[in-house]
């Protein structure tokens, strides 16, 4: 079974975990050291080496700083797609800051590389029961797709109980294909999360293999993983404070190239608009 891989393109300082415990805010990144090119570049040269295509979701902020590179991941072959224009948290915007940052992002993007987006993520899967709402402005702004809501429990981002698999919600502006993150029912009441990220860097290998497996065989269920260009970056400054957020963010980054390796190597991988074609 074809599973969705799945890379955020987004700068070490971006990280909700790294802009709420750093003090860093927009109006600083321009005079930090960007290391987002490099490092997904090492993303690019991971997937030719094992002949995989994903889909990229973009910061629009680095799509306005670095065309080339979005020229690149798509002269690769990989599908592009849009992760918003600030990384700002979907539940703390209002609907026409969600619609403004929206468009910029989309513009930036089709700007660098004459492609339009046509699927979405939220930055930390913030899509959740208090913003639904933005399902409609996606529609709006032109998206077919959007991978924003994580079906778990979790501070930050997350509902509990959401369907798992792929499916199509309408909205007012029209259809949208939800394709929620990997995640694993264990029980009636216990779902637990396998998305890639954090989970494959800081869990063992065989804990998110396993998860796959057991989705792909026992649910008949393609899962969607996720990673980010500063995950095998181990070199980055560390910004986050806290031991919880510094935790979140830097434990693992040494292993987690090896670690992809392996699962691209492991389990087949495509795009998302390739696993989920149509509305
Ligand atoms: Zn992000």
Redesign the pocket.
């Given at each position: 079974m074809k599973n969705i891989i799945s890379v955020?393109v987004?700068d070490y300082f971006?990280?909700?975990e790294v802009q709420g415990s750093s003090g860093v805010s927009p109006s600083d990144w321009d005079t930090l050291p960007s290391r987002v090119e490099d490092a997904t570049r090492r993303c690019l040269d991971l997937m030719a080496r094992t002949r995989t295509h994903g889909t990229f979701f973009i910061?629009g902020w680095v799509a306005s700083r670095y065309p080339g590179l979005v020229r690149e991941i798509a002269a690769a072959g990989h599908e592009i797609a849009c992760?918003s224009f600030l990384?700002q948290l979907v539940y703390d915007l209002s609907p026409q800051q969600f619609r403004e940052d929206t468009r910029q992002a989309a513009d930036a993007i089709s700007n660098a590389c004459g492609i339009a987006p046509r699927a979405y993520?939220a930055?930390?899967y913030s899509i959740t029961k208090r913003s639904m709402w933005a399902l409609e402005i996606l529609v709006e702004c032109g998206f077919t797709h959007d991978s924003s809501i994580y079906p778990i429990v979790h501070d930050r981002y997350g509902i509990p109980g959401y369907p798992r698999n792929a499916h199509a919600i309408t909205t007012p502006s029209g259809p949208i294909i939800e394709v929620p993150v990997a995640a694993v029912k264990l029980s009636e009441s216990r779902t637990t999360p396998v998305g890639g990220g954090g989970y494959l860097r800081l869990l063992p290998y065989a804990y998110t293999a396993a998860g796959i497996r057991r989705l792909n065989h026992r649910d008949q269920m393609p899962a969607c993983i996720y990673f980010?260009p500063w995950e095998i970056d181990p070199h980055q400054p560390r910004l986050a404070s806290g031991a919880i957020a510094r935790l979140r963010t830097y434990l693992g980054l040494g292993s987690m190239e090896r670690k992809l390796e392996r699962l691209l190597g492991e389990f087949e991988f495509s795009t998302l608009a390739q696993v989920h074609s149509a509305v």
């Open positions: 955020d987004e971006h990280p909700s910061l992760h990384h993520r930055p930390s980010h």
